[in-house]
T-cell receptor, first 108, second 115 residues
Framework: GENVEQHPSTLSVQEGDSAVIKCTYS??????FPWYKQELGKRPQLIID?????GEKKDQRIAVTLNKTAKHFSLHITETQPEDSAVYFC???????FGRGTSLIVHP | SAVISQKPSRDICQRGTSLTIQCQVD?????MFWYRQQPGQSLTLIAT?????????ESGFVIDKFPISRPNLTFSTLTVSNMSPEDSSIYLC????????????FGSGTQLSVL
């Protein structure tokens, strides 16, 4: 089955800085890579996703890049704000296997 | 996106009892899954709920412990049977399919505490 590795486990940044979270996957057949944001006590919310026929996708301050050859994908958040503080999960495959999560802390 | 209603939102149960969690979607979805999220941890797939047939369980999860029903394309239940404190966790249903443009969305979760 699929195996997803995610790092870092914790990321602390100052407001306005950029944040990058990286994931690798094992199954070369995986073709769908979503990212979820989970605030404390709430459900995971889909924030962006990318399919394997695309190398990069942007949505305002959030972008995701995919390198199929290397089997890794990354989430980029620019101009971070305190409300970006949450746990972020990457996932791979149509039946998602999740990474361990990254706790992002944005200091005002 | 689909509107997902999951209940109960939380429950406190006694050891040895069973709890059934319901997941209702406002549109027909091809994919319905059940995940478990232990405190401070990631999401672990329990099983895929298949409409009209037995669920497909992931390694480490068995039907006797986590029976699942899916009578139609908008509804599923997960039962946590013969509970022990180790079953204390958040259980989440997730749905996806053409109605959600193949994107996967989550219910609000059921926080289960077993005494």
């Amino acid at each position: 089955g699929e195996n997803v590795e995610q790092h870092p486990s914790t990321l602390s940044v100052q407001e306005g800085d950029s944040a990058v979270i990286k994931c690798t996957y094992s199954d070369s057949a995986s073709n769908y890579f979503p990212w979820y944001k989970q605030e404390l006590g709430k459900r995971p919310q889909l924030i962006i996703d990318i399919r394997s026929n695309v190398g990069e996708k942007k949505d305002q301050r959030i972008a995701v890049t995919l390198n199929k050859t290397a089997k890794h994908f990354s989430l980029h958040i620019t101009e971070t704000q305190p409300e970006d503080s949450a746990v972020y999960f990457c996932a791979a495959s149509r039946i998602p296997t999740f990474g361990r999560g990254t706790s992002l802390i944005v200091h005002p | 996106s689909a509107v997902i209603s999951q209940k109960p939102s939380r429950d406190i149960c006694q050891r040895g009892t069973s709890l059934t969690i319901q997941c209702q979607v406002d549109s027909q979805v091809t994919m319905m899954f059940w995940y478990r999220q232990q405190p401070g941890q990631s999401l672990t797939l329990i099983a895929t709920a298949n409409q009209g047939s037995e669920a497909t369980y992931e390694s480490g999860f068995v039907i006797d412990k986590f029976p699942i029903s899916r009578p139609n394309l908008t509804f599923s239940t997960l039962t946590v049977s013969n509970m022990s404190p180790e079953d204390s966790s958040i259980y989440l249903c997730s749905v996806g399919g053409s109605a959600t443009n193949e994107k996967l969305f989550f219910g609000s979760g059921t926080q289960l505490s077993v005494l």
